[in-house]
């Protein structure tokens, strides 16, 4: 096969002064390009991970005994002995006078946060939290926007060794709770409200729902972020207000805790019931984190980075991480491109010379499509855009170099909440080609496996990584052999980790991600389960029985679809449609309304009563009926067919 030409190639000046040059002649590996690099940190694990561990200056207050005790999926032990804190390494490089986070929102206002004033606030917190006995162990969590208040709380409870966890206020209490009760919290941290396209959602009332559904609550701490006020006798438990929790004059200290102490809990999106409770710890955070920020994406002291997210996106965890290289982190509340001011997040970059700017492929495709001209802006100090959430098309690369600039590495990368980082990507010193991935990340032996379990190049087959990533979940929440854990990655090929995304690994070295090859809806970039939405139109009487997919589709964009089994004298007109849409806004999400709701006779499910999501959207993808589903295990064999017709008059109608 023909090689392909990149679309672009690394700056050569720009590779000799990049971090990961720089790492590489630290380990002596000078002059060695990527894929040099990556086969000796895939077949060198102990030489790879410990020349991070020695780049970054990890500070363990005991040594580690050895690198990777052992090697095995699931189940690796790496770094045995060393105690450390993901804390003390965030704050450990922020200078007292320099901005440390930066927040914005959609109205176009900004504050800094100084990296001393950060400090105070985190030393402040985490002494409320002691004083309200959370400890090792005990569990914190955030019903908040992405605004400072969030990472402030997740560094004090981090700094105690306590467990933590936050999902967005456009989840619904149900929602949130069905993730937090998990976890037997002891203190919840909620705000007031969050800002969406031009309206401040009131979020109290909601906040106090969840708390009810927390019984294992000491206290909750309650952040005045839209300046609603709040009502202490709406919680069940102890309250205190966030300005008397995060002024106190403390000192910070920071817990030692084990390598592989848990720092945080994330969730799927609970697409077949209860969201898992995916748990990591902090040395393989710490270790996946800097690497990924500070090697792919160049971060260090000087740079800043804003990349849209939710807290309940795995890339709030990555915007929290920005601090541990030393670089500005910013936050943003709102929406990405709220309908007075389209363009705000590239009029923010442009104002605070934001280095690395990160987004989903449907926001750059949605900017061409509405004619958005970024280059308004003077964005000259971007030198990264990254991109993640699904695939990015081949299309948008060359958008992205006429309206961002030439200059610009365009990062497309794929990842994980499991992992809570990234597979495959670039970084300063690839070649980029439209429509692919650079190369799998450093660290990453990742391969894709035909149906027998074998490599293959230049086909579509499943995503797997081959051997142990530090960032790999510590287990799962509530798991106690680990046979959820076990059946979530290691079924299929055991002793690999299947991810659930169908990717080519091409003869180049490039990556190319066709999709998800399970269920999880994905739009623009933020991930929830089917079961949420399945869960709040079910319960309105019109409705017998819901399914609502989630398509790529071949120009890369996204199709929401809700197919709805009416009840006897329901009739699928613009009021029901209006009121399944008000449903799901309240509860289950505003993001995450269907773009189409159609009338079916019928849900297919299998024997045991499970839907077929996963055949149905690859019905309407166009995958013929035989490569999808045996209809004798299907329930009512005859909605398949009707599931095809539908998605081949879909690819009928004109574009």
């Not at 890339?315 to 007075?340: E, H, K, Q, R």
């Not at 990368?413 to 991935?437: C, M």
């Not at 990717?503 to 490039?510: D, E, K, L, R």
């Not at 398949?640 to 998605?647: C, E, M």
Request: aromatic share 8%; glycine share 10%; with cysteine.
């Amino acid at each position: 096969m023909t090689r392909p030409d990149p679309f672009t190639t690394p700056d050569p000046k720009a590779v000799v002064n990049s971090r990961i040059m720089d790492f590489a002649r630290h380990a002596g590996l000078d002059g060695t390009d990527y894929a040099t690099l990556h086969h000796w940190s895939v077949t060198d694990l102990e030489g790879f991970w410990r020349a991070v561990w020695e780049y970054f200056d990890i500070e363990s207050d005991t040594p580690y005994e050895q690198v990777l005790a052992e090697e095995r999926m699931p189940g690796a032990r790496w770094f045995p002995g060393a105690t450390l804190n993901y804390t003390h390494h965030a704050l450990r490089n922020l200078t007292d006078d320099a901005v440390a986070i930066i927040a914005l929102d959609e109205t176009g206002s900004s504050h800094e946060v100084t990296g001393g004033r950060l400090r105070a606030q985190v030393a402040s917190v985490a002494a409320t939290l002691r004083d309200l006995g959370v400890g090792k162990g005990d569990r914190v969590v955030g019903y908040l926007p992405n605004t400072p208040h969030a990472i402030v709380a997740f560094l004090a409870a981090a700094s105690l060794g306590a467990v933590w966890s936050v999902c967005g206020q456009d989840y619904a209490p149900k929602a949130a709770a069905d993730r937090f009760a998990q976890l037997e919290p002891t203190v919840l941290i909620a705000a007031d409200g969050y800002l969406f396209n031009g309206t401040t959602h009131d979020r109290r009332e909601a906040a106090g729902e969840l708390a009810a559904h927390l019984p294992t609550l000491k206290a909750t701490l309650l952040v005045d972020h839209v300046g609603l006020p709040w009502t202490s006798r709406a919680f069940p438990s102890l309250v205190v207000p966030w300005e008397d929790a995060s002024t106190r004059a403390e000192e910070l200290t920071c817990t030692p805790v084990p390598f592989d102490n848990p720092l945080w809990v994330v969730f799927s999106s609970g697409t077949t019931g209860l969201p898992k409770g995916i748990v990591h710890g902090h040395g393989g955070v710490l270790l996946e984190h800097l690497k990924t920020l500070g090697l792919h994406s160049d971060l260090g002291p000087g740079d800043r980075l804003l990349w849209y997210t939710t807290t309940h996106w795995m890339m709030w965890n990555l915007v929290a991480s920005t601090l541990l290289t030393g670089a500005t982190t910013c936050t943003y509340d709102g929406s990405p491109a709220p309908f007075a001011r389209l363009d705000v997040l590239w009029e923010l970059a442009a104002r605070h010379r934001v280095t690395v700017f990160g987004t989903s492929p449907q926001y750059l495709l949605g900017m061409a499509k509405y004619g958005i001209a970024p280059s308004a802006h003077d964005l000259s100090s971007i030198r990264v855009v990254g991109c993640t959430g699904s695939a990015l098309p081949a299309s948008a690369y060359p958008w992205v170099r006429d309206h961002v600039g030439d200059h610009v590495l365009l990062a497309s990368t794929s990842g994980g909440t499991d992992v809570v980082s990234g597979f495959a990507g670039s970084a300063p010193n690839t070649p980029v080609w439209a429509g692919e991935l650079s190369a799998p990340h450093l660290g990453v032996a990742l391969a894709a496996y035909d149906a027998e379990g074998l490599p293959i190049v230049d086909q579509v087959g499943e995503l797997v990584v081959t051997r142990p990533m530090p960032s790999m979940p510590l287990y799962f929440w509530n798991d106690p052999d680990g046979t959820r854990y076990r059946d979530a990655y290691f079924s299929s090929h055991p002793g690999a980790w299947r991810h659930g995304d169908w990717i080519t690994v091409t003869g180049h070295g490039s990556v190319i991600v066709h999709g998800r090859s399970d269920s999880t809806l994905n739009r623009n970039g933020v991930r929830l389960g089917s079961a949420d939405i399945h869960d709040a139109v079910e319960r309105l009487p019109e409705i017998t029985e819901a399914l609502v997919i989630g398509a790529e589709e071949p120009d890369g964009g996204y199709w929401m679809p809700l197919f709805v089994v009416l009840a006897a004298d329901a009739t699928l007109d613009d009021p029901l449609r209006e009121k399944i849409k008000e449903a799901i806004r309240t509860g289950a999400s505003p993001r995450h309304v269907p773009d189409e709701i159609l009338e079916v006779p019928g849900i297919p499910h299998t024997r045991t009563g499970k839907k077929l999501e996963v055949p149905v959207k690859r019905l309407l993808q166009g995958a013929p009926v035989e490569q999808v589903v045996n209809p004798a295990a299907v329930d009512a064999p005859d909605l398949i067919d009707h599931f095809a017709r539908l998605g081949a008059e879909r690819r009928r109608r004109p574009a």
